[in-house]
Structures are given as structure tokens and as C-alpha cells.
């Protein structure tokens, strides 16, 4: 064979090898590009069942940053299965005895990002929680408005307040009085005053509390209406990005939280808490005079490991609603007393 053959000969086997080692690389690249951009694989966990994903809500808005809201598991926590049971047994109880129609239930530990949730997707018309994003919209109003919390605002007439309020406030503004913005906040949340609440809603700009809730994933409320129907997961996003700190500042946040753990409702989850307890809590009511509902949601702050409770509740009777709260309350803090989650 002569050398130029011989040669060309390696000149071929030279072309092959690089060109498998291209095609080689590629595959390579484009596998790890596949898996980049691919969903998590299921995790096998040592019982054969396929574990639950995690749902990742960040905040958009921004050029460069996206700050994170919640992260949740998608599936309820095995280990709160007990509380879950005991729940479902009180308000079993409580169905049986006439006193509910029907119960939601969400409870979340911080410690370990545990939660579960009972009957969450019924929706339940919130009444005076919904002062609680009424208060995360003027604080949120206050960060592009500096000084807003400052401002005077005067109380010259009395709102129509509806009639099927049974819970009055303890505390409540006084004709002819000029208010600040904080100070109004302080009455409509501390004593759920209506009046500071309704005095407080001819400032609120509707397209910033619209946008409290699709900032946490929520749909608009149609403001044609009176009140907005909510379930009681959803409701409690607004008690967690309070807690998370991660949608106002931290003073703001810390403001707020505040004002909730001096909430004077003291007659449902706060009746099944030692006073020692601090609670960051706020309740409503709503109903007719068919079907009344009593709803309250708290973060109780018990040692390293506060936690989250939400409960919706409706029954022919408002004056046997807070019952079903403090038995729940009871439970649920009697849980995390005795168990290291």
C-alpha cells in the first residue's frame, strides 16, 4: 500500500473519530439541556408512593428580581394526620348536634412547612376578614405614598352599616373626630370598627387591592358586589405573606402583625389559648337570617413553632358558632403543646 493510500486512510479513521465525538458531545448537551428544562422527576420514596412536587410562587413586577412568596408541598403532611382526624371528629360532632351546616379547616406549621386542610375548596362569604387585606392595601398605598398613614381624615357621617352585624365593636370612632390613617387601621382591625373601616375605603385605591390579590395568585373580587365569596386556604395567604414578610417591608409587616395580636375578639380560637399566648389574629361574621357563618384566623405563636389556623364555619345559630372555633383552637394548640413536629 502506498503512503499516500495509507495516508488518506487515516485522514478517514481521524474524520470518523472526530465526527462520533461530535455527535457524541451533542447528544450529550442536548441531554442535560432536556433535563434542565424538564419537569422534576417523581421521587420514590422507601414505601413505592410517588412523592409530591412543590409549588413555588414568586412575585412579578420587577426587571431583575423575583421575590419569593410561598413555597408550599402540594400534598397535605402525613405527619398532621392525627390533628386532621381530631378535627374532622369535632366537626362531625358539631353536624350531628345541629349546630353546623358545614366546616373548613386549614392549618400550617412553620417550623417544618407542613400543612393540612379540611373541606378547602367551599367558599364562605368573609365578612370583617376582609379587613385584612383592606390593611395590607393602605400600608401597600403608604410605600408609594409616603406619609399616608399620617394623613387626617374626619368622621362626619355614620355609614349604613348592615344590620346583620351581631358583633359589635368594643371600640369604636366618634362623630365629629378627625382620624389618622394609622389610627383608623388601629380601630378597623384591633376593634373591627366598620365606621374606621368604611372612612378608611374613600382613600383605598380599588386597583391596589386588586392587585393584592393577583400579586398571591388570587383572582380579582368583583367589586359589583357587596362582599367576595373565599375558601379558606385562599384566605389564609393573606395571614402567611403578613408572617413571610415578603410582600411588604418588615416594618410594615411588623406593623401589621401587631395590630392582629391585639384583636379584642376573644370568644373563639382565642377561648381555646392560654392568655400567655400571643395571637395575630381576626374574625368575621356574615350570614342572614336563614344561615349565619363565623370565621377566624390566627398565626399562634407557640415557642419555636408558630402556627397558622383558619377556620369557616356556618349554622343556623351565630350565638353557637364561636363554640366550634374554641374546640378547634382547643385541639389544635393541645396538639402542638404535646407533639415535636
Known amino acids: 500500500m502506498s503512503l499516500i493510500n495509507i495516508f488518506k486512510r487515516k485522514v478517514g479513521l481521524i474524520w470518523v473519530l472526530l465526527f462520533s465525538t461530535a455527535t457524541a458531545f451533542c447528544s450529550y448537551i442536548a441531554t442535560i439541556q432536556f433535563l434542565k428544562n424538564a ?12 412523592s409530591c412536587s412543590y409549588h413555588i410562587k414568586r412575585l412579578n413586577g420587577f426587571e431583575y428580581i423575583r421575590p419569593l412568596m410561598f413555597v408550599d408541598n402540594n400534598c397535605e403532611s402525613e405527619s398532621l394526620s392525627d390533628i386532621k382526624a381530631d378535627i374532622k371528629s369535632i366537626i362531625s360532632s358539631y353536624k350531628s348536634a345541629g349546630v353546623l351546616k358545614s366546616a373548613s379547616v386549614y392549618l400550617k406549621e412553620y417550623r417544618n412547612n407542613e400543612w393540612i386542610s379540611i373541606n378547602e375548596s367551599e367558599l364562605f362569604w368573609p365578612g370583617s376578614l376582609m379587613k385584612v387585606p383592606t390593611l395590607i392595601t393602605i400600608l401597600k398605598m403608604n410605600e408609594s405614598n409616603p406619609g399616608l398613614l399620617n394623613r387626617k381624615l374626619t368622621f362626619n357621617q355614620n355609614f349604613s352599616i348592615d344590620k346583620k352585624v351581631n358583633i359589635d365593636p ?3 370612632i366618634v362623630l365629629g373626630h378627625k382620624y389618622t390613617v394609622k389610627q383608623l387601621l388601629t380601630y378597623m382591625i384591633v376593634n373591627s370598627d366598620n365606621n374606621a373601616t368604611l372612612l378608611l375605603a374613600t382613600i383605598m385605591d380599588p386597583a391596589v387591592f386588586n392587585k393584592v390579590y393577583t400579586d398571591i395568585g388570587l383572582t380579582p373580587p368583583d367589586w359589583s358586589k357587596g362582599d367576595f365569596p373565599i375558601n379558606v386556604k385562599d384566605f389564609s395567604l393573606f395571614m402567611r405573606i403578613l408572617y413571610n414578610g415578603c410582600y411588604l417591608s418588615n416594618a410594615d409587616s411588623e406593623f401589621a402583625i401587631g395590630l392582629l395580636a391585639r384583636c379584642d375578639y376573644m370568644n373563639g380560637i382565642m377561648k381555646g389559648i392560654p392568655s400567655s399566648i400571643t395571637v395575630a389574629h381576626k374574625f368575621g361574621e356574615a350570614g342572614d337570617l336563614n344561615l349565619s357563618e363565623l370565621h377566624e384566623s390566627g398565626i399562634v405563636f407557640i ?25 378547634v383552637s382547643t385541639k389544635v394548640y393541645q396538639y402542638f403543646s404535646s407533639h415535636s413536629i
Request: charged letters at 20%.
Open 303 to 327: 415557642n419555636d413553632n408558630p402556627y397558622l389556623l383558619t377556620i369557616m364555619t356556618k349554622g343556623p345559630d351565630l350565638k353557637k358558632l364561636p363554640d366550634v372555633l374554641q374546640q
Open 39 to 50: 419537569p422534576p422527576a417523581p421521587v420514590i420514596s422507601s414505601n413505592n408512593s410517588v
Open 170 to 172: 368594643n371600640k369604636s
